[in-house]
């Protein structure tokens, strides 16, 4: 079937699309070997915070997460990228074990509700599965658990966060009240359910994620950095506020944490190609916002020819390269064996990755994080 797509640039295009099975599995914690020179770092992309309902422990995120950097560490990574772009949310439990992952031990959320004590999420584990660099990607549809876990590694300072300006901005839970419950007898039917907002979410320093979101230590335009998506951008959220800090320390394993995000900022005021993109998110956003078509047959064709020269000069935004190769763990590579699908997938996803300056920087910055001897010495003394 052929789809005619008006994207919001103005521009039309033609999209072939194949009825194919939705696999599952693509709905997971999916991870690559990247290389730079004689280095070797790693990326987990989590698309979701997901868990088994009837059994936690059947797999969920964080497992899933933890078997992913384990083989990454096995594969001799010094640096990780944590993918939380496009992740809507999911299980709060996932997060704060996820969390629990990068910090020895300490609160990683907190829970209020109306009327009603503070409650603090903690990791208690003691267990760092990766004491080295980390950095978190985000973008504008970074929400709820992701919002929770970035947040949380901002104010450890355990990891930097690239990305849009802020995330989403949900810092709220919802939960459906059955209004048939309240009723002895019912002669009229099923009365439905309300949908009432009970508790919000506030980062371990006291502030909510609710509006606010989680601002990028590294701010990176996309595509949509101009265009209305996030929680504030509905009619009558909830306002951002505060409460008590928790009973944190900030993580000491970085000496040079500071200095690494200005150098990181410093490289995206210089890039021709952060440029253009932000220059391409402001095209969208004029074009977005235009609401007169000419009603002329042979107007509205040239206006869309214009528009298709136009963007030709954004064309370079896909043609990226990162110059970084990518390659799939050894367990997955044995699955490709007999798994063809797989090894598409995985093909067009090292593609993509290829040409993503997001990663890239993520990867310089990495590069550029020092680890603390001290820090380094009670790791070890932890694992001993």
Wanted: negative net charge.
């Amino acid at each position: 079937m052929t789809l005619t797509i008006k994207r919001v640039d103005g521009t039309v295009e033609d999209e072939v699309i194949t009825r194919d099975v939705v696999e599952l599995e693509e709905t997971y914690a999916k991870s690559t070997v990247i290389q730079k020179d004689e280095r070797k770092f790693g990326l987990v992309n989590l698309p979701a915070f997901y868990f088994d309902m009837d059994n936690y422990k059947d797999r969920n995120a964080a497992t899933d997460v933890r078997k992913e950097i384990e083989q990454l560490k096995s594969e001799g990574m010094e640096g990780l990228v944590l993918d939380l772009r496009d992740n809507g949310g999911g299980s709060l439990r996932t997060a704060v074990d996820i969390a629990g992952l990068f910090i020895e031990a300490g609160p990683v959320v907190q829970v209020a509700s109306s009327g009603e004590k503070k409650e603090v999420l903690k990791d208690r584990s003691g267990d760092v599965l990766w004491d080295g660099p980390l950095v978190i990607l985000v973008n504008e549809l970074s929400a709820s658990a992701s919002e929770i876990l970035a947040a949380a590694m901002q104010d450890y300072k355990r990891g930097i966060i690239i990305g849009s300006k802020q995330s989403y901005g949900k810092g709220t839970v919802q939960n459906m009240i059955d209004l048939n419950q309240w009723l002895r007898k019912n002669d009229l039917g099923d009365m439905g359910a309300l949908k009432l907002t009970t508790q919000k979410f506030y980062r371990v320093n006291g502030g909510s994620t609710q509006l606010e979101g989680v601002k990028s230590d590294v701010i990176m335009p996309d595509r949509y950095s101009y265009i209305d998506i996030g929680e504030r951008d509905y009619d009558n959220p909830l306002p951002y506020d505060k409460i008590t800090p928790a009973d944190y320390d900030v993580w000491d394993g970085y000496i040079d944490y500071e200095a690494t995000i200005a150098k990181s900022k410093s490289r995206m005021d210089q890039s021709p190609q952060v440029q253009l993109i932000e220059e391409n998110a402001r095209y969208i956003k004029d074009r977005n916002e235009e609401t007169m078509i000419d009603l002329s047959y042979e107007a509205y064709v040239a206006d869309i020819d214009k528009r298709r020269e136009e963007s030709k000069r954004f064309d370079a935004i896909r043609e990226y390269d990162n110059k970084l190769s990518y390659t799939s763990l050894p367990y997955e590579v044995e699955l490709m064996r007999q798994d063809t699908t797989l090894r598409e997938k995985r093909k067009r996803w090292h593609k993509n990755l290829a040409g993503d300056i997001y990663v890239e920087e993520a990867v310089n910055v990495l590069q550029d994080l020092k680890m603390s001897n001290i820090r380094q010495g009670k790791v070890a003394e932890i694992k001993n």
